[in-house]
């Protein structure tokens, strides 16, 4: 397979730069008027021959000086290099058969000669070899530039061969401070200051500090334990006339959750500091003070204050596991959203009410932007890591 010649497209805008391009290598590229560059930036034609690098006019209008013009195009080099080498077979400088020795030849001339930094063991004379300069001249009559084309495309294809290899060596490195990564030669003026500042990058969020658990649902509220034997030594001295043996039967079990729940034959009632139980026997409601009857636990009556705390929900004692599931900080739903607004860093994921450690992010003191982005002020030196 033919190895692909690259050539490189130097000169002021309007002298034919891009319409060599779709001459050499057939690329599809638009040309210029002559009075405003066609070409915006510098950009690289790839045909399976050649490779074509058009480089903006000198005398464009977008005004960008002869420096940054340069660094854009070692750049764009340095993207499609190898290894951090890129090799040039010829260099086409366009120039205008009415120009002589002036100072805008000599820029032109400088900005070529200036590749000589980026090559290894290349002098001068080696690089001049690889220049081929081409000049636009006048043709009285349109019809008549098609066959100087021709003649143009014919006898520059044949003469790429004979040319050296220019070798442009690139350097790799990254500055510690702003975005530049590449050749340091190549780097942007500007970069961010040595202050820095810390922060993190905060978001709000909402969630649940406290974990899922079983809570009573309802309200606490006061009650007793009362006594079995106290209660069956009250009823036997009231209810006489009753077997015993009925009386255990039927009104004791109803007694030992009278203070738990309201049954159909049974009940309490209280007026004032009195308790009365209400008990209904073989159809008969029979009326009883409690003042008597005492707490199992705290040995009071159970017409006293309790001395037990209950949930009104589920009549459990408090302690007991609870009647509902919610999260313990605000009982509600496990779907339901947070109760409690945090600061939580996107970066490093430090959570906290208020987020007062310092920051994991660094920034310029400057423009208070990250590191890692453009630099802000051309005063600012570059700190450069070499890979």
């Given amino acids: 397979m033919p190895k692909i010649k ?10 034919g730069k ?13 040309g210029s008027s002559g009075i405003e560059s066609a070409t915006k930036e510098a950009i690289i034609y ?33 993207r499609h290099g190898k290894n951090n080498i890129f090799n040039i077979d010829m260099i086409l400088w366009f120039c205008s058969e009415s120009e002589r020795m002036t100072n805008h030849l000599q820029r032109e001339a400088n900005f070529i000669q200036r ?49 050296g290899q220019i070798s442009v060596h690139f350097r790799q490195g990254k500055c510690k401070k702003c ?18 500042i810390f922060k993190h990058s905060v978001k709000i969020e909402k969630s649940h500090p406290e974990q899922i658990v079983r809570f009573h649902s309802g309200a606490k ?28 039967h039927t009104v004791f079990p109803l007694l030992t959750t009278l203070a738990q729940s309201d049954l159909d034959n049974s009940c309490l009632l209280t007026a004032g500091s009195s308790l009365l139980a209400v008990i209904c026997v073989e159809g008969v409601k029979y009326y009883f003070d409690t003042k008597n009857i005492k707490c199992k636990r705290c040995k009071n009556s159970i ?48 959570v906290a009410i208020e987020l007062k450690t310092k920051g994991c992010t660094q920034y310029c003191a400057k423009c208070k932007e990250t590191r890692n982005t453009p630099g802000c002020d051309p005063s600012f030196k570059h700190d450069v890591i070499m890979n």
């Fill in 115 to 163: 590749l000589i930094e980026y090559t290894d063991e290349c002098k001068p004379t080696d690089l001049w070899n690889n220049v081929l300069i081409i000049t636009k001249g006048i043709f009285p009559l349109h019809e008549l530039v098609d066959g100087p084309k021709s003649a143009a495309k014919a006898k520059i294809r044949p003469l790429i061969p004979n040319f």
């Fill in 46 to 78: 790839e045909t399976d021959k050649y490779l074509y690098i058009d480089t903006r006019g000198f005398n464009d209008s977008f005004g960008i000086n002869d420096e940054e013009m340069f660094h854009e195009m070692m750049r764009l080099l340095q």
């Fill in 6 to 15: 690259t050539i490189l497209a130097i000169g002021s805008t309007g002298l």
């Fill in 221 to 248: 509220f006061l009650s007793h334990d009362p006594d079995e034997i106290s209660i069956k030594e009250y009823l036997k001295n009231k209810l006489y006339g009753f077997d015993i043996s009925v009386i255990s």
């Fill in 179 to 196: 975005d530049a990564v590449g050749d340091p030669r190549l780097f942007s003026t500007r970069c961010h200051s040595t202050a820095s």
């Fill in 303 to 350: 017409g006293e204050v309790g001395c037990i705390e209950k949930c009104d929900n589920c009549k459990k004692e408090w302690e007991e596991d609870g009647c509902d599931i919610g999260y313990k900080c605000c009982k509600e739903k496990e779907e339901k959203p947070g109760c409690q607004a945090f600061e939580k860093c996107t970066i490093c994921q430090e």
């Fill in 18 to 30: 891009t319409t060599i391009a779709r001459l050499i290598c057939e690329a599809n590229a638009e």
